[in-house]
């Protein structure tokens, strides 16, 4: 499913943005999930 936080994720790559440095927590869910759907899928990810 594509959602808010994939297209969040593919602007950062779109970006040339190679890290996040985040301080994930109970608000993030979403994001990482985005990010381990991306790896699944084999996508670039910051």
């Given at each position: 499913m594509?959602t808010?936080?994939s ?7 779109e ?8 301080n994930?927590?109970?608000?993030h869910?979403?994001l990482v999930?985005a990010?381990?759907e ?6 670039p990810i910051p």
């Amino acid at each position: 499913m594509y959602t808010a936080s994939s297209a969040f994720l593919d602007a950062l790559v779109e970006h040339d943005v190679s890290c996040i440095f985040a301080n994930f927590g109970s608000d993030h869910p979403a994001l990482v999930e985005a990010i381990a759907e991306a790896r699944a899928a084999g996508r670039p990810i910051p």
